[in-house]
């Protein structure tokens, strides 16, 4: 009997073992390919820096967040990944201020900017602003089954549909820019003029840009948007997985852009394949990337029949 005992003891651990090593498996697939892991685990935690008086840049969780501290409320910047990132977002933000959480805006529709607004208070009164193609693509997400997208009572309400529009939110004045599909179809900058700070989303990295030609992105757009702003009167750029940035950094980056994507025209008028281009570059033929390359985006740009 003592032998069964252990022999039992042994195979509900080893059963155990299996459940848990599936469950994480399960649970690091559904992350990777962005879809909502049933298991809420939420990041390790997040890193949150002071940048300027009452401007504040979270990392962590997901794209970069910029938390602006106004008169009455606070303004969010980008609402982290997932509902539990979102919830550590709102508990950062109460560990500054006692200040409620009053408008929060999208800087462009992929998951890791928007779900988390899912782990935010219910019942608060948000003003979520966004451009109107952002809202368009979170609304497509919404009806093929909302696996990228915030619950839809966190739709955005308030729709920028002008290239730049001038607001003074909680006291804060801002300038909401789109110049045109650069990332995405819905890309949308902050301006902070007495701050000389501007949150970019993913516009900017610190490599070269990431075009999503299947949210409408163009790499020509990215040039126009990113030289719009370079020319503003900014020292500190929050980048979308690059931390703060300096306006020299941004201009390298569109330098190196402009360079790049000029020498992938040429070599595409000379009938150069995209093989051909990418050896040229010194980049591997199959890319590890989980999305395309820029050399890839722009061979597909320049290419369209």
Do not use: C
Not at 107 to 113: I, M, Q
Not at 271 to 278: F, N
């Amino acid at each position: 009997m003592p032998d069964e005992m252990r022999q039992l003891k042994q195979l509900k651990m080893e059963s155990i073992m299996r459940t848990r090593t599936a469950g994480l498996f399960t649970v690091t697939v559904l992350a990777f390919f962005g879809m909502p892991a049933f298991a809420q685990v939420p990041d390790p935690g997040l890193t949150v820096t002071k940048l300027k008086d009452n401007i504040y840049m979270a990392e962590g969780g997901g794209g970069a967040s910029t938390i602006i501290i106004g008169q009455n409320g606070v303004i969010v910047v980008d609402a982290k990944n997932r509902p539990p990132d979102g919830k550590q977002l709102v508990d950062e933000v109460g560990k500054l201020t006692n200040k409620p959480i009053t408008t929060v805006i999208l800087t462009h529709s992929d998951p890791d900017h928007v779900r988390g607004l899912g782990g935010f208070p219910k019942g608060l009164n948000l003003t979520v602003i966004a451009h109107e193609n952002d809202k368009k693509e979170i609304e497509k997400d919404l009806a093929a089954g909302g696996l990228q997208s915030p619950p839809k009572e966190y739709l955005p309400n308030k729709i920028i549909t002008q290239m730049r529009e001038s607001i003074t939110v909680e006291g804060v004045k801002m300038t909401l820019i789109h110049i045109a599909p650069a990332h995405t179809s819905g890309d949308l900058a902050v301006y902070f003029p007495d701050y000389k700070l501007v949150a970019s989303g993913d516009l900017i990295g610190d490599g070269d840009p990431t075009i999503h030609l299947f949210k409408n992105g163009s790499s020509e757009g990215w040039i126009k948007f990113v030289s719009a702003l370079v020319d503003l009167d900014a020292d500190t750029y929050v980048r979308g997985h690059a931390g703060a940035g300096t306006r020299e950094q941004v201009r390298q980056s569109l330098a190196n852009a402009e360079a790049k994507r000029a020498r992938i025209a040429d070599l595409v008028k000379q009938g150069k394949s995209l093989d051909d281009i990418k050896q040229a570059f010194g980049e591997p033929l199959k890319s590890a990337n989980r999305f395309q390359t820029f050399t890839e985006t722009t061979y597909e740009e320049l290419t369209r029949k």
